[in-house]
């Protein structure tokens, strides 16, 4: 019974379909009559849109999706580079004329929600480029799908080396990659005679970014005869909250030196424990990643002495660079950090970029950002046309307590050495 | 073909209208790419149709034999990442026979688990669910040279979808994709029905309302839950390879035992034992979450919230709310 | 530095405090549980919240040992907020929905604190005494951790004194073992809950406040430490206090060996050893473990 009624419904509801087909030829006069009214409305409409949009063209903002973790491990950090990038766009005012809106959303620093989010922002929001993005896992994520997005996307904080020469549509104008980083850490000791003669322990973050840091670091300090005690390298999960067993495993292995490459708000935490170790002094720390200021302040004394290669800390001295710390510093109230501005030139480099191409079309936008350069805080940054990532000059630094300075900040990475782009490579 | 002993919570027989709303549904999902062309939302309901069969696929489990697990996201990720392995390493082309391996590898990876879960139950099951779950993550993180740890699988490509050597398209297309998601989600949902509806699905429930008196009735209980186990498994597992195919992407962040959590949430925002319920669960978690995301940067204070009051004052889920209203239209 | 003997001396004292610290977190878990039959998802976060609090009072001057008492007071009258709002309404429903609601709370707890704080780290300044570090058996161990030990040991003694020699504490263990009884007995179970629940948020303040400085202060401690709290109560055997004293130790010394001698794999190892234990003995170590 019931099976008959279902096959009657089945046919019921086919039939009534059908039935919508037919027509009598009473109804089909009227309804070719109205087919045509139709037709000339429509044009009429068409016509009025158009004179519509072009009067509208000029005023209708120009969106950018940022990507940046505002939840998660690095949520300081992502905060610092939307700081940047609002900045960039504030300063930026118009592109081609229309005013720029940026789109914000939280990647969480998981892949898949970061892909989710780009879809949202380019499918539904319509935005003609993305920017941010924090972590080579996400970065390369959005790259697998860059070819559906089909938009230019300019990472400002993925620092693997897979990135070179990855995609013509995905770029890099930001921190330092992996392999400039170790090459600036490694010249950096070389110059050191007191750096060069320690043995150094490598420790870094369970993740993709950390072995590739690790391993660069570890090559290039062979080569050039740095001692390197642990070649098989520690690598300690993200989660790691209480660092005792690595450092008492640094002490018994006798290492003078720890080459750590941590997300930037860790580091600060080992060199905390680290000296509640007693280590401070005894074993000196060298950093594949700039340490965020906040953290930096929170850790206070312990923090002193951490080493490394970076774009810029606000100890750089020249009237572009304190020009724009002050301007950041009244904006944000918040100490101006490396990921703040690198994050604003890779947005300045974007929209002169948009600006150069004259279209908001992705592939002339790509092309204009190859080769594209920006005179920023930290001199001349340029997008290399043969891998779409940044080639500039960048700084070596080591944290101890600050001179008087308008922040209020307690501890600053000193500069102690300037790199131009052709020291720190690829070569092009 | 009479003897149809009536279940509670099973709403049995076909009713005319459910059927021309079912229809309807279904007609609506099918042409809804061709009238909006917003790729955002064939996106969104894609990845709702993924969850939606995967919390269905948790409701068999719970709804049904009454075993909470929180990894059963875990077996999503194991399914795609074979899925993806196959199809980058074996036959870049062969889709259904990636599919198939995926389901097996799936299935052979379940049973030990099962095999434990038969003989402890309870919430000590679920405690172990969640241990074998973050086990999971962790070897998929480690495991670097096989799953690109956390980078995640990279270089998926994009098989067609053929049928018979009929070709039905590409699955790089998210049209494409929509449709093949909403084809395979709709067939899962009638054969679950229908294995639910039959007397295998009514000993399940005779178990997980009393274990001892099945037994009595000369039921094989271990046998029964485990055969439960395996068929939500291996609906897992086909939510896996869907997954794979609409993301091109797997990660252990989608594997985590706070996304399991998510999961369970999505059965029960929908209703318990109910298995349309869970994909309206599935819907309405995920537009929530992602509507509530964009809305600041402080989006886990309102998620929370909406956790929180959605659990006190809608207690049947969304399916009990029909319940509700039909009460309070009573008086 | 230090010859093996220290060597074996410093992960031993590694062990002590992570084990330590597991078990103050654990302990109030279960407690919650044992008692209310509740798994609160929520427990890392106010594990958090009883860090951050402390961190909030000694930066504003106040001495570590008093923030030390004061900081679970304030997360015991949170944890009473939340019990009387929200976990008391759903006492007579499923388990899977109090694990939801908690897991709602624990976003939420978790945004508040966001919120609040802010993301970066923050660390909690010791008192002079308790800076610098020790010489034992020929290694240098810092003081403040020593110092954790034997502040972990007097709460877990005065702990034990409170719920065996106190009247309230005995009512508790009553209730843990059979609740009709003790309703019977004319006490009104609905506070034997909430002091069960308070009793757990003060634990959970507590650790907070001990691993604060141990450790770091971010919004994401509560989730980190909430799973190995699980792993550690489930492996004790859920309900029960003696078995998660041998489980924290357990999983405390497993870890911290692991990451010492095998890094790579140590947490694989102790989910290996959690399933493995679970398989076998669904009741936990001791056989103690109690669910319907």
């Not at chain 3, 388990?95 to 660390?123: H, Q, S």
């Not at chain 3, 003696?242 to 095998?262: H, M, P, Y």
Request: with cysteine.
């Amino acid at each position: 019974m019931k099976r008959i009624f279902f096959v009657l419904i089945i046919f019921l509801s086919i039939s009534l379909i059908f039935s919508c087909g037919k027509k009598t030829d009473d109804q089909s006069e009227t309804i070719s009559k109205l087919k045509q009214e139709i037709v000339e409305l429509k044009a009429t409409i068409t016509k009025l849109e158009a004179e519509l949009v072009l009067a509208r063209t000029p005023k209708e903002p120009l969106k950018i999706g940022v990507l940046v973790p505002l939840t998660g491990i690095v949520a300081q950090g992502g905060l610092e580079m939307k700081y940047g990038i609002e900045m960039a766009a504030e300063e930026k005012g118009t592109v081609l004329g229309r005013p720029i809106e940026l789109l914000v959303e939280d990647t969480q620093v998981k892949p898949p929600v970061a892909v989710t989010k780009a879809e949202k922002l380019v499918y539904k929001d319509d935005c003609k480029a993305l920017i941010g993005v924090f972590s080579s896992g996400v970065g390369l994520a959005l790259a697998k799908n860059i070819d559906k997005l089909n938009v230019p996307f300019v990472s400002t904080h993925v620092m693997t080396t897979k990135f070179y020469g990855l995609h013509p549509l995905v770029f890099r104008s930001g921190q330092l990659a992996n392999d400039q980083t170790a090459v600036g850490n490694v010249k950096g000791i070389m110059a050191r005679p007191d750096l060069m003669k320690r043995s150094y322990y490598v420790i870094v973050h369970d993740y993709s970014w950390g072995h590739d840091a690790g391993e660069r670091f570890i090559a290039l300090a062979k080569e050039n005869g740095i001692k390197i005690v642990n070649e098989d390298y520690d690598k300690a999960p993200i989660a790691t909250k209480d660092w005792s067993s690595y450092i008492s495993k640094i002490k018994a292995s006798g290492a003078d030196a720890v080459y750590m490459a941590f997300i930037t708000n860790v580091i600060p935490v080992f060199a905390k424990q680290a000296s509640d170790f007693g280590l401070q002094g005894k074993v000196k720390l060298v950093s594949a990643a700039a340490p965020g200021p906040l953290e930096l302040e929170a850790g206070g004394e312990a923090c002193y002495g951490i080493f490394g290669a970076s774009d810029w800390s606000w100890d750089v001295d020249n009237a572009n660079s304190n020009d724009w710390e002050m301007r950041f510093w009244k904006k944000f109230n918040t100490i101006p950090s490396d990921a703040a501005v690198h994050s604003y030139v890779g947005a300045m480099n974007l929209f002169n970029a948009i600006e150069k191409a004259g279209s908001t079309d992705a592939k002339a936008i790509a092309d204009a950002l190859r080769g594209i350069s920006f005179d920023g805080p930290y001199g001349n940054v340029r997008i290399s046309a043969k891998d779409n990532c940044m080639r500039n000059s960048a700084v070596l630094t080591e944290t101890m307590a600050a001179p008087e300075n308008p922040f209020g900040a307690k501890v600053y990475m000193k500069v102690l050495k300037t790199f131009t782009a052709d020291e720190l490579g690829p070569p092009e | 073909m009479n003897n149809t002993t009536t279940i509670p919570g099973i709403q049995k027989g076909y009713y005319p209208l459910k059927i021309l709303i079912i229809i309807l549904l279904l007609l609506g999902l099918g042409l809804f790419p061709f009238i909006s062309g917003n790729r955002f939302y064939i996106s969104l309901i894609t990845e709702m149709m993924i969850y939606g069969l995967l919390a269905m696929s948790l409701d068999v489990l719970l709804g049904y034999t009454g075993a909470l697990s929180f990894m059963h996201n875990a077996y999503l990720g194991i399914s795609a990442y074979v899925v993806g392995l196959f199809l980058i390493h074996i036959s870049p082309t062969s889709l259904w026979l990636a599919c198939f391996t995926g389901i097996i590898f799936t299935s052979l990876v379940a049973l030990p688990v099962g095999w434990v879960q038969v003989r402890t139950g309870g919430l000590a099951f679920a405690l172990l669910t969640l241990a074998f779950g973050m086990m999971f993550h962790t070897i998929v993180w480690k495991w670097y040279g096989v799953t690109g740890g956390d980078d995640g699988l990279m270089g998926m490509p994009n098989p067609d979808i053929s049928l018979f050597g009929w070709n039905l398209g590409n699955t790089g297309n998210p049209v494409t994709i929509y449709l093949f998601t909403l084809i395979i989600v709709t067939i899962c949902f009638f054969l679950t029905r229908r294995i639910i509806n039959s007397p295998f699905g009514a000993v399940l429930e005779a178990i997980r309302e009393n274990e001892d008196r099945a037994s009595f009735v000369g039921i094989n209980v271990r046998m029964y839950k485990l055969l439960g186990w395996m068929l939500a498994c291996i609906l897992a597992s086909i939510a896996g390879a869907l997954f794979i195919l609409y993301k091109g992407y797997i990660g252990p962040s989608t594997m985590s035992a706070f996304a399991g959590a998510g999961v369970l949430m999505m059965v029960l925002l929908g209703g318990l034992g109910s298995l349309w319920g869970a994909f309206v669960g599935a819907a309405m978690f995920i537009y929530i979450q992602d509507y509530i995301s964009t809305m600041s940067e402080h989006w886990e204070i309102y998620l929370g919230l909406v956790v929180i009051f959605l659990v006190l004052f809608l207690p049947t889920g969304f399916v009990g709310l029909g319940e509700h209203l039909k009460r309070f239209r009573k008086g | 530095m230090g010859g093996s003997l220290g060597i074996i001396v410093d992960i031993t004292l590694n062990s002590l405090v992570l084990s330590g610290v597991f078990l103050i977190v654990a302990i109030g878990l279960n407690i919650i549980y044992g008692l209310s039959r509740i798994m609160n998802m929520g427990h890392g976060a106010l594990y958090a919240v009883g860090a951050y609090t402390g961190y909030t009072l000694v930066a504003t001057g106040l001495n570590y040992f008093a923030a030390l008492i004061i900081a679970p007071i304030i997360v015991g009258a949170v944890g009473l907020l939340i019990e009387r709002t929200i976990i008391a309404p759903m006492r007579k429903r499923s388990m899977v929905y109090t694990l939801i609601l908690t897991y709602g709370l624990m976003f939420f707890l978790d945004g508040m604190i966001k919120y609040v704080w802010g993301n970066k780290p923050c660390f909690i300044d010791l008192p002079a005494f308790l800076q610098g570090t020790i010489s034992i058996l020929g290694t240098q161990y810092p003081v403040f951790r020593l110092a954790t030990l034997f502040i972990i040991a007097a709460i877990m003694g005065g702990l034990m004194l409170f719920l065996n020699k106190t009247r309230i504490g005995i009512i508790l263990r009553a209730s843990s073992t059979i609740p009709e009884m003790v309703s019977c007995l004319g006490i009104n179970m609905n506070y034997v809950h909430m002091g069960a629940f308070v009793l757990g948020s003060v634990m959970a303040g507590v650790a907070g406040i001990i691993a604060g400085p141990l450790t770091t202060i971010d919004p994401l401690m509560g989730g980190e430490m909430l799973i190995s709290s699980f792993v550690v109560i489930v492996i004790g055997g859920l309900g029960s206090l003696r078995g998660a004293v041998i489980a924290a130790l357990l999983i405390g010394f497993v870890q911290t060996f692991a990451e010492f001698f095998i890094t790579d794999l140590a947490m694989v190892i102790v989910y290996i050893l959690m399933a493995i234990i679970l398989a076998f003995m669904p009741r936990g170590i001791l056989g103690e473990g109690k669910f319907e």
